[in-house]
């Protein structure tokens, strides 16, 4: 095999990376990789990205997503106990769509990763003598047991919480009790919404918050009576403001795609990713709506903030070979979209080169903005990634402006190949090419079998 004689003759020298790629094709030897590595190290190499322009070595300090050294990441580096506690299974999206005032949000969001300065955290920081709770003097003050298991907590859940025992249920972190404040209990919400009960669980947590404060700073005593009187006036404060239906005339023009304008073109990128690889999918379409190209490919598997770079890397350059010289360039990537605006030299490490070249490559252009948008407003990009990516499948898809003849039509191969397919396509008209229909009806375009 390739793999053996090669092996055998870089035995008697130092292998080095650069023999592995291919400078032609700007990638990776395949066969090569496969043959001299175990497939996890090989599927590692080969999600490495090669890219278009050589850039010199850099050391990374990969703890920091910016690749820079601080005493703060070296220090949680060694010390890993010292990092909030994993609270990624909330469902953050949730928290902050949740009916209720903004600082609510904010204080179950410092609930949840165990932010709040209580005395267990303070302990960690600094020496302090008393780590006994504020309100029962009896345990030390972790969240859990200042907002669950504290006798001054129970009574005031029992109190306004319909009568619901914290400590029959299993809340273990302070990202479960957030959890369950989320999604409540079904039984608590057959009499009310949802988000009332939400709210009403969260009002509870500050209010036993702010029951402890007065007590600490204020030299206060417990007065359950007037902290339920006072969590009844907020609560109904907010359904009074939260309740009311807003009726808003929809901009339709919000969430679909817009055409550029005159003698400009758009090109809509994204990507796609499986357990086993990433698709990258690029749409250009002109001011009127036109669409002209669009290309979809397969890549091995990547992160998916480096495979939406990539793919806006990738887009650039087809724009280049195109000479499209006035474009705008739109992708759901915030981060990604963000990085190449920032004029810092260190972006997020994991993307630095893709930004570096489309940087250079913009500055080729006589007109070229980037620009983020809603993925409801990327679409077509988004459903030509996922096509590709579900029929392992790259392809090209080339309009006549105006109608016309098809063009440049080949062979379709399947497996990551490259498949080549001309047509004519006409915006709101339908096309069916070797059992792919391809239809285009005004802001979308979707693509099935």
């Known amino acids: 095999m390739i793999g053996d004689a090669f092996f055998e003759a870089s035995a008697r020298t130092t292998l ?24 996890s190290s090989a599927q590692a190499i080969l999600s490495i990205p090669i890219h278009s322009r050589p850039h010199p070595d850099k050391l990374l300090w990969i703890p920091d997503s910016k690749g820079c050294f601080t005493v703060k990441s070296a220090y949680q580096e060694l010390n890993p106990q010292s990092q909030l506690p994993n609270s990624s299974d909330v469902e953050w999206r949730k928290l902050w769509k949740l009916k209720g005032p903004e600082r609510i949000k904010l204080f179950l969001w410092r609930v949840a990763v165990n932010a709040l300065p209580t005395k267990e955290n303070l302990m960690c920081r600094m020496d302090i003598e008393d780590t006994c709770c504020v309100l029962c003097d009896q345990e030390c003050e972790a969240s859990t047991h200042l907002f669950v298991k504290c006798p001054v907590a129970k009574a005031l859940w029992f109190s306004v919480c319909w009568g619901l025992r914290y400590d029959e249920l299993q809340l273990s972190t302070s990202a479960d009790i957030i959890k369950l404040i989320l999604k409540p209990p079904s039984a608590l919400c057959q009499t009310q919404d949802q ?12 209010e036993i918050r702010c029951t402890r404060n007065v007590v600490l700073h204020h030299k206060g005593e417990v007065d359950l009576q007037s902290s339920i009187q006072f969590f009844h006036f907020k609560v109904h404060e907010c359904y009074l403001i939260f309740s009311k239906t807003k009726h808003t005339t929809p901009d339709s023009s919000t969430p679909y795609w817009s055409p550029p304008p005159p003698g400009t073109i758009k090109i809509n990128v994204d990507a796609a990713i499986s357990s086993s690889n990433a698709a990258l999918a690029v749409v250009a379409r002109n001011s009127q709506g036109s669409l002209l190209n669009i290309w979809a490919r397969i890549t091995p598997l990547r992160p998916p903030l480096q495979a939406e770079a990539e793919a806006m890397a990738w887009a650039v350059q087809l724009d280049t070979r195109e000479r499209w010289s006035h474009v705008i360039f739109e992708g759901d990537s915030k981060v990604c979209i963000d990085a190449i605006h920032e004029c810092s030299d260190n972006p997020i490490w994991s993307i630095s080169h893709f930004i570096s070249d489309i940087r250079c490559v913009a500055l080729s252009f ?13 679409f077509a990009a988004h459903s030509a990634a996922k096509f590709a990516l579900d029929g392992k499948v790259s392809c090209f898809f080339n309009s006549v402006e105006g109608g016309g003849a098809p063009v440049n039509t080949s062979a379709l191969e399947v497996g990551g190949a490259l498949c080549i397919i001309g047509s004519t396509l006409e915006v709101g008209g339908a096309l069916c090419i070797i059992g792919l229909a391809l239809e285009v009806g005004g802001p979308t375009i979707r693509l099935f079998a």
């Open 16 to 39: 080095k990376v650069s023999q592995l790629i291919d400078h032609d094709l700007h990638c990776w030897k395949t066969s090569l990789i496969l043959d001299l590595f175990v497939p």
């Open 195 to 206: 988000w009332r009960v939400s709210l009403i669980m969260a009002f509870t947590l500050e």
């Open 366 to 378: 006589s007109s070229c903005c980037f620009k983020w948008i809603n993925r409801s407003r990327n």
